[in-house]
């Protein structure tokens, strides 16, 4: 990993300003679709934002789409990937269960997710989930973003940065 870390304030502030951007697409408690998503909007947050399908009952989860940034997060392409082709059993599980309550609640969900199953442990991705539906109202795609927060290693600055 070979990009800048960056810090939990800047972290949470790039969280905020996509959360803003998609409360501003709700209407009348009617859940945005990725049609009214407008990348443009958020430019500079796009080198660690995600697109999840969501397929199926009980749910399915496939990356439709993951920023160039989070390359060097994952070591390799993760666009069109499943949870289980990205992730060990124990992180697949997180993912599956905090995606499943996005959809099941119809809610945004932020938290934090260590990278020690990539063997990074002084790393962490700070996350934020919200839910997209073409129709409104049932879930079908995810948007996220990703920003990695924790120590700098000795070996340089890693992680990822927003352009």
Excluded: C
Aim: proline share 5%.
């Amino acid at each position: 990993m070979a990009a800048h870390i960056g810090a939990p304030a800047a972290a949470a502030r790039a969280h905020e300003e996509l959360f803003a951007y998609w409360a501003g697409l709700r209407s009348a408690g009617r859940l945005p679709g990725r049609d009214d998503i407008h990348p443009k909007d958020f430019k500079r947050l796009l080198p660690t934002v995600t697109l999840t399908d969501v397929v199926g009952d009980p749910p399915e989860f496939r990356l439709r789409l993951a920023g160039t940034g989070l390359y060097s997060v994952y070591g390799r392409e993760i666009t069109g990937r499943r949870l289980e082709d990205i992730y060990n059993t124990a992180a697949a599980e997180y993912w599956r269960g905090e995606l499943s309550k996005v959809v099941a609640e119809r809610r945004p969900a932020v938290g934090v997710h260590s990278l020690a199953w990539r063997g990074a442990g002084h790393l962490s991705i700070l996350w934020l989930r919200l839910p997209l539906a073409s129709n409104g109202r049932d879930v079908d795609m995810i948007l996220g973003y990703d920003a990695v927060v924790g120590m700098q290693s000795e070996a340089g600055a890693t992680g990822i940065r927003a352009a």
